[in-house]
């Protein structure tokens, strides 16, 4: 698939369906995580079972598919001890994404996107440590097949995620940046920060309001300014900021639930025809970019497409 085609159809404000989980997916399936890398390890421990998610999401409806590489940088296998792993990993995860989509997907434009994050980074590596990895990661994924890349920048300050934006936007493909965020008991305010749960997490970390970080994160490249892993009762605020702070196409793609190393928990979990009911408010809003974080699976992506008339496979 074209990186053009998928650019053409933001611009003329079609509706473009993101996958939901795809850790916590394997996690259902009986993947088990690893306590430094979470679900990468997965790429070599239980192959089938990360084609099994790819399909089940492109059964589902979804246009664009995320392949398994958001615990698979570097920075995060090096902390493992699998930091010979990178290149091979990598590959794996786009390979694995590709093999689903060209054996599943029909006739029906699918689009895979790479993820790239900071994750196992927090509260020890900085923006500079962690620009080589960045590069590097997306260099991998857009080489091996990668039609846009999905920066993933959960719980980070704002220096890594501009860090992000800045070593990716030039590698000729679009680059979609998700910033999490959360509600300020107190003012109301929405913050870049992350709280995954608003009922049932114990942390709550917030830096700077919401919009201006959006603001200065897509001065700096980006294709499109998504929410992301965020609790889903912050999002409809969250979409109201993207569309005030962001010109282009926005999203959003909400968790449910929280992480307990190395596993998920799965509490606040949301019925299909609730989030489906969510997502369409979303979109009525102005998001053109709508999927799930963890916690957020294929029935919940096949319970939206159904809605928004969208047919699948």
Known sequence: MTANTLAAKLSAGELIVLDGAIGTELERLGAP??????CGNALETHPELVREVHRSYIAAGADVITANSYSTARHALNLAGLGDKTFDWNQRAMKFATEARDSHA?????WIAGSVSPFGSWQRMSADELRPSFAEQARILVDNGADLLILETLASPPDVVFAAVEETAGLGVPVWVGISCLEDRQSGAIMHGVEESQEHGDTARPYEPFGQVVEQAMSRG????????????VTRGAVEILRKHYDGAIGAYPNA???????WAFVDQIEPDVFAANASEWVDLGASIVGGCCGIGPAHIEAFTD???RRRN
């Not at 029909?106 to 699918?110: A, E, L, S, W």
């Not at 639930?257 to 596993?263: K, S, V």
Request: aromatic share 10%; glycine share 12%.
């Open 307 to 309: 809605r928004m008339g």
């Open 222 to 233: 980006g294709s499109a300014a998504l929410m992301m892993h965020s609790d889903l009762n």
């Open 257 to 263: 639930g929280y992480w307990e190393r190395p596993t």
């Open 33 to 38: 995580m690893h306590n430094e890398i979470w």
């Open 106 to 110: 029909g006739d029906r434009p699918v």
